[in-house]
């Protein structure tokens, strides 16, 4: 249910204390500022700073580029030092409310509550997703190929970490804000994911028999430094996950870059940006059909070049959200039309259109297909979140929703740990059913460690870092 606030109503307040996003982990970070297809899945950590939809043809690409590129200017430099690398407490995240068509919507400032509860619903998905795998649920006709592609969870959280981190950037090119120094970034990004992260690895590779086993040097250098995706054989059990934090990692450190690449479009010339990425994203589609030599037990699908269509899904929204195009913010104050839209990408990516089933590898046309699936996906279930936040979303602010955004960096890092110990210690054999409880044994038991992670670790060195930076 989504209610547009009056005039005179004030700003919805960040919902619950500490609710900085944690970033995408990724993948998942903090939205005044996460995480994250294949046998395993992340969810992006929330951002403490969390596709373009793909045209139909190339003229319809070109029309919309063009009609981007011609859209004025936003006039509200309201919300300048927008700080993306953590969740800003104090929030005004008011549009002109009821604004004609032709008014200048009044830049997001700070925290957006729904985007918290976008996040813990992606969580949640890529969870089910690996409980479905393992318990066998994918094999049952008709919905084990939907309940394997809530994998589409990380197109969510890489399109948060896009849209978070790259907002600052956005508003600095129209002089809306300042974005922040390298270091400092830098700085955010890794007290954000390290920590954390580091703390599971410890303990997954010391005290899961199954992958203490097979933790050699090799394995545990790979996974305290994030680069397994590149290094044979070293996603073990209770990680495998983890893939998906590595990408998340990998663009972190490319969107510095980014921002230099584009730094020339600033002023008259920034409202080229739209247009740009829109080429970026979908030339980075085209990723699989290039023939990249691998070794063995290495897939370059799962390199970072293969995912931009799906943070530049979120770069692309962070430009959206300071221009006043008249037609888009009314099509986003019909949210359910854009959730629809996202429905039917999932279904669509459940079939044959969006790879073969299971975890064979299908033919690269498929692999575009599913890209370009997850980039709409992302796009539109986050578009009427961050173009009109003056319209509240009550369920996605919820208490509930709040807790969940909070804690999903939590949940994504430890619930495969979770869901290897629940087969033997329930007596449950995988692969033979019980989808239902396993999925409900493993969140009831992910979420406490999540909130400990949050309240122990991740809160604490996210303050500390600010104090530095």
Known sequence: MTTTLHPSSEPPRPVGEGTESAEVAGAIESNSAPAGAGADISAPPRDDSTEATTASDTGSMAATSSAFAMAPRHGDAAASGIERDAVERAANVASEPGAASTEFPRRPAGFLPALEGMRGMAALGVVVTHVAFQTGATSLPMVGRVLERFDMAVAVFFALSGFL????????????????????????????????????????????????????????????????????????????????????????????????????????????????????????????????????????????????????????????????????????????????????????????????????RGAPWQYVLKMAFGAIIGFTLLAPLVLRPDIRHRWLESRTAAMLGRWSYGVFLWHLAVLSIVFPVFAIVPFSGDFPQVLALTIALTLPLAAASYALIEEPVRRWARRFG
């Open 165 to 360: 981190l790259w907002r600052p950037h956005a508003a600095a090119a129209r002089g809306l804000g300042t974005a922040p120094t390298a270091g400092r970034y830098l700085l955010h990004r890794a007290a954000r994911i390290l920590p954390a992260y580091w703390a599971v690895v410890c303990a997954v590779l010391i005290l899961l028999p199954t992958a203490a086993s097979t933790a050699g040097f090799r394995v545990w250098l790979a996974n305290l430094g994030l680069v397994q995706v590149f290094v044979p054989l070293t996603l073990t059990d209770g990680l495998t996950q983890m893939w998906s934090l590595s990408v998340e990692m990998a663009f972190y450190l490319l969107l510095p870059l980014l921002a230099v690449a584009v730094a020339w479009l600033r002023g008259d010339r920034a409202r080229w940006r739209v247009p740009v990425l829109l080429a970026f994203g979908t030339l980075c589609l085209t990723w699989n059909l290039i023939p990249v030599p691998t070794p063995d037990a290495i897939n370059s699908d799962n390199w970072l070049p293969g995912y931009l269509p799906w943070f530049a899904a979120g770069m692309l929204l962070a430009e959206l959200s300071d221009l006043a195009v008249p037609r888009l913010r009314r099509l986003a104050g019909n949210p359910w039309i854009l959730w629809t839209i996202a429905l039917v990408a999932l279904l669509l990516s459940a079939t044959d259109l969006g790879g073969l089933p299971g975890l064979t």
